[in-house]
């Protein structure tokens, strides 16, 4: 789970809910979408080409450097 600090106003939530993974995952903003959950708290968003074991590698790795 992450948090992002701007009110979800106009979608600007969702935008920098993509743009921090992109930035942990090292991918592009591009291939990360919201596919369920726009207007709510919890969401379903894939990453095009990462599988989900490497998701959580690079999260657990980005978060032991915090």
Excluded at 26 to 49: Q, W
């Amino acid at each position: 789970m992450f948090l992002v600090t701007p009110l979800p106003i106009r979608k600007h939530a969702n935008g920098e809910g993509i743009s921090l993974l992109s930035k942990t995952l090292r991918v592009s903003k591009s291939r990360i979408e919201i596919v369920i959950g726009h207007n709510a708290r919890n969401k379903l968003i894939p990453v095009e080409t990462l599988t989900e074991p490497a998701v959580h590698n690079r999260i657990k790795i980005e978060l032991s450097e915090s």
